[in-house]
């Protein structure tokens, strides 16, 4: 199975400034990558497929972007509602895996 | 709307099954899939396999071979998980998502999650 490593694990980004998470494979696959987003208490937030398709809904500010093993998801100019845990997903080659999780936290 | 709602809390004995439903609403059922997630506490998501509710085709994660079978009923729109021989590695909550096998965009929706814990 594909393993899916995120980096870093734990992310401090001041209030409108720029957050970029990693995530890596360990074999390249089809963009067939997703990001979503989860509160505390919450459900995951499906925020970008296809490695940078924006979900419906989802703010101008998230974009994905990578092809092969490695994907980045950006936020430009944070905002306190997107503290939380995001996921990578890959469900290009079965069985899907998701990353470990990046933890974003306010500076 | 697109909605996913999933059956309550359970507590179970280890050696006990569980069986989870997720009731679906907004869409055509037999269009789409349902994947099953789930995540320990304080821990990530970990797949455990999905269905084709057209084909009845599904596909499990080899972790959970064996141990987890997965039905849809499209009388009601209901997916169901049923996971036996449980241990208390077992406890977390479990999550249904829809899954569209055919254009590729992941996991869409989201029920609220079934915490089910294994204690003894």
């Known amino acids: 199975e594909i393993v899916m490593t995120q980096s870093p694990a734990t992310l401090s980004v001041s209030p409108g400034e720029r957050a970029t998470l990693s995530c890596r494979a360990s074999q390249s696959f089809n963009n067939n990558l997703a990001w979503y987003q989860q509160k505390p208490g919450q459900a995951p937030r499906l925020l970008i497929y296809g490695a940078s398709t924006r979900a419906t809904g989802v703010p101008v500010r998230f974009s994905g972007s990578g092809s092969g093993t490695e994907f980045t998801l950006t936020i430009d100019s944070l905002q306190s509602e997107d503290i939380a845990v995001y996921y990578c997903h890959q469900y290009d080659s079965w069985p899907d895996t998701f990353g470990q999780g990046t933890k974003l936290e306010m500076k | 709307q697109v909605q996913l709602v999933q059956s309550g809390a359970e507590m179970k004995r280890p050696g006990a099954s569980v069986k989870v439903s997720c009731k679906t609403s907004?869409?055509?059922?037999?269009?789409?899939?349902v994947t099953w997630v789930r995540q320990a506490p304080g821990q990530g998501l970990e797949y455990m396999g999905s269905i084709s509710v057209y084909s009845g085709d599904t596909y499990y994660a080899q972790k959970f071979q064996g141990r987890v079978t997965l039905t849809t009923d499209t009388s009601t729109t209901t997916a169901h998980m049923d996971l036996r021989s449980l241990t208390s590695d077992d406890t977390a909550m479990y999550y249904c998502?829809?899954?569209?096998?055919?254009?590729?965009?992941?996991?869409?929706?989201w029920g609220q999650g079934t915490l089910l814990t294994v204690s003894s």
């Open positions: 998502a829809r899954v569209d096998f055919s254009n590729s965009i992941g996991n869409d929706y």
């Open positions: 907004g869409y055509t059922f037999n269009r789409y899939g």
